[in-house]
Structure formats: C-alpha cells, structure tokens
Antibody
Framework: QVQLVESGGGVVQPGRSLRLSCAAS????????MHWVRQAPGKGLEWVAL????????YYADSVKGRFTISRDNSENTLYLQLNSLRPEDTALYYC??????????????WGQGTLVTVSS | EVVLTQSPGTLSLSPGERATLSCRAS???????LAWYQQKPGQAPRLLIL???SRAAGIPDRFSGSGSGTDFTLTISRLEPEDFAMYYC????????FGQGTKVEIK
C-alpha cells in the first residue's frame, strides 16, 4: 500500500535552515508529482510546493518562494524540502502528499502523517 | 491568486441529518482540479472528492460533490458518527489554494 513517511522536523532558531525528507513506498515514485503542504498549529491547510514526476518543474507558494526548495531523488524514492531563512510563521506540521494521477499534476490523494517544524528562539 | 471561501464556518448537525458545505472561488476554477478533503484531529487529510464530483477510492456514496465555475458543494446525505470532522476544499489555479475549512460538529 502507499506509504509516505516524513522526517527531519525539529526546533530551529529563526534564520536557520532545515531539510525535510519524505520516504515513499508502495507505488512507482518516479511516476507521480509530489506536494508539500503545511498546517500551523490549530490552523488550516496551506499548500507549500509541488514538483513534477521527473523533477523538471517546481512550483512554490509566494510565502516560501526564494526560501524553500523542493527536490526529489527518484533512485531513492525520496522527496525533500529544504527550508532556509526560517521564520516563526513557518512553524507548522509539514505533510508530503502524492499527486492523484500518474505523471499529471493533480490534487494530492495520499498523505503522510507529517513532521513538525518549530521556529523559535 | 484564487481565494476559496468556505461556508458555513461551523455546521452543527445530528447523526442522520444531511450536511451541505459550500466552497466559493474568487474567480472561475477548473472542475478538474477542485477537490474536497476530510480531516480529523491528529490525522492527515483524507481525499474525498476529486474533479469536483468524483469520489475517491473507498469513499462511501453518502459523500457527493457538485458545482462548477465559482460555486462548489460537498453534500453528506446522512451523517454518520465518523463524519464529524473538518472539511477543506482545494483548487489548482497557480498556485494551489485551500479554503479555510468547515467544521461539522455534533449538535
């Protein structure tokens, strides 16, 4: 079955960096676009970034553009999110999620359980 | 950016009742990319509806989606105890955006 397991979260000071990982299994990772979505404590969902199945196209929310970088290693079935210049408002549970259709960019269907990033001095 | 506005913010209903949730877009969105999600406390979102009206795999038929253009609706025909949760709509309009959510609570 499809499994997505995020890791790499933690407590970090403002201005510092963090790299999140998402290990995928149970499907052909290289055939699906992937999303990162975050949720601040007690708040709603916010889409963060998307990468195409082959890594050639990347899209970002305005709130993270220029600070976050999405990437993937299809040989390792792993999705990444590099978070730089972190701000307190980046504090959230970060989910990775799979696009709902093979190759095409679609809304997410399967989601991981998330990894918590806390930005605080 | 397309803004999705969900209403009502909270819906207080009893099991067995019908729930009607609205998602209104600030500009026309493609039906192909309008989705609905359910989220329970401490859990990841669960895809319910894709393409405005297609149920995702394993979703009971009491859940249905409809609408086009700027107005979309999620209907739960008869609420089961496990349906009390938060519901979000999402669209793809460069960028992807979510509505702020509707909480369906037990009356």
């Amino acid at each position: 079955q499809v499994q997505l397991v995020e890791s790499g979260g933690g407590v970090v000071q403002p201005g510092r960096s963090l790299r999140l990982s998402c290990a995928a299994s149970g499907f052909t990772f290289s055939s699906f676009a992937m999303h990162w979505v975050r949720q601040a404590p007690g708040k709603g969902l916010e889409w963060v970034a998307l990468i195409s199945h082959d890594g050639t196209n990347k899209y970002y929310a305005d709130s993270v553009k220029g600070r976050f970088t999405i990437s993937r290693d299809n040989s390792e079935n792993t999705l990444y999110l590099q978070l730089n210049s972190l701000r307190p408002e980046d504090t959230a549970l970060y989910y990775c999620a799979r696009s709902a259709m093979i190759v095409a960019v679609m809304n997410p269907d399967y989601w991981g359980q998330g990894t918590l990033v806390t930005v605080s001095s | 950016e397309v803004v999705l506005t969900q209403s009502p913010g909270t819906l207080s209903l009893s099991p067995g009742e019908r729930a009607t949730l609205s998602c209104r877009a600030s500009q026309s969105v493609s039906n192909s990319y309008l989705a609905w999600y359910q989220q329970k406390p401490g859990q990841a979102p669960r895809l319910l509806i894709l393409g405005a009206s297609s149920r995702a795999a394993g979703i009971p038929d009491r859940f249905s989606g409809s609408g086009s253009g700027t107005d979309f609706t999620l209907t739960i025909s008869r609420l089961e105890p496990e349906d009390f949760a938060m519901y979000y709509c999402q669209q793809y309009g460069s960028p992807w955006t979510f509505g702020q959510g509707t909480k369906v609570e037990i009356k």
